[in-house]
């Protein structure tokens, strides 16, 4: 069964390579069909003779879950289901998914082969998702980029493109929701080995994320990046160094891309001080508006035909994550949604503590920090579930010391 469940998780690191061809070729959504085996491993682990454990954080998770599929039945989603299609689309449910991910690594013993493994492939991401980026900036920006969102992004300008490189078949938001997990693994790996990482793989790796013109990605690197003080302490000549590369290296970009055409000035002005603060103001004023009239359960949904009404075009949801998350779910849901991400928060930070390892910290806290400007607090998304990998691995290692 041990043997099993390794093969299952180092699946999950070629992630972005088997969407792509799913998608294209056998028009199967992958993660879904992966989700769904999870499950069943999860139903074979139950009815095994091993014993199992079940960490704190599952409880209102659980919870949290059950209360999302309340209100899918409420609001109608199975109304024109019956039997198999029920059957089927609670084995597609993301929640579900992360529920049997996070039992199955509670529940399996990694070492260090396994881990050197999925390292390797995480610098093999990083070489492909830079030279792809590349192509995406400087040649066609519609590069390895799905037919839906190609169709999704006609009429935005050049600076308004999201570049999201090998990543997009997976969805949007995967450059903040695994690639930047993944970076934040070696970072904090390597600090856990005391061993030094070559700054090129940060720089390409910046560039992955640069590329992908989100302003909330370039804060979440930065955020990964806050763990080199935080373990090595604060040396002010290597410091020095550092930025004084990365420096030189950023405005030798820019140099270079205004040289073929991209120009700066103007990507600054529409895209890094765009005016959609005011995204967040009018999410603040909708809130206020919409909130009191379902404070307790929410609506069930994001977007109502009232609030889509009064945004008139303005945003496309409430704009701030833990906002939209209270109109939409209420102060029930809401509750059991911060005291699931307080119980897995306490749970890293411990291993954080005790282990000097920060990677998976900083990957969860990056996800915290987006839900401040976007709304998705889903936690299947392979870089992320992969770091609570590693965060497991560790905590094992120190559990035998």
Known sequence: MN???RYYFIVLAFFPYIEIVFSEFIGI???NLFGTIGILLVILLAYSSDKYLIPKYFLPLLLLSLYYLAWDIINGTFVNLRGQEIFLYIFRSKWLHTLAYLFL?????FDEKFIKTILIIFKATIII????SIIQFFVDPYFLMPEKIKLAYMGRGQYELRLNSIFGYLSTTEVGNSFIPIISIIIGYYLYLKKKLNITWLLMA??????NKSRYLYVNFLLIIIQYPLVNGMNISKAIKISIILFTSFIGFLYFAQIIGFDVNTFIQERLFSKTASTRLLAVELFLEFFPKNPFFGTGELVTQDLLWAIRGRSSHIHVGYLSHLFAFGIVGTIFLIWFLYDLGIKLYKTS?????????FAFLCILFTNLTGTNFGFYHYGLLLAFIVDKYINDKEIEK
């Open 3 to 5: 043997v099993i469940k």
């Open 29 to 31: 959504d992958f993660p």
């Open 105 to 109: 690594i509670e529940n399996t013993f």
């Open 129 to 132: 998702a830079f030279i792809v």
């Open 206 to 211: 910046g560039f992955v994320v640069f590329a």
């Open 353 to 361: 503590k005790e282990t000097m390892y920060y990677g998976t910290l």
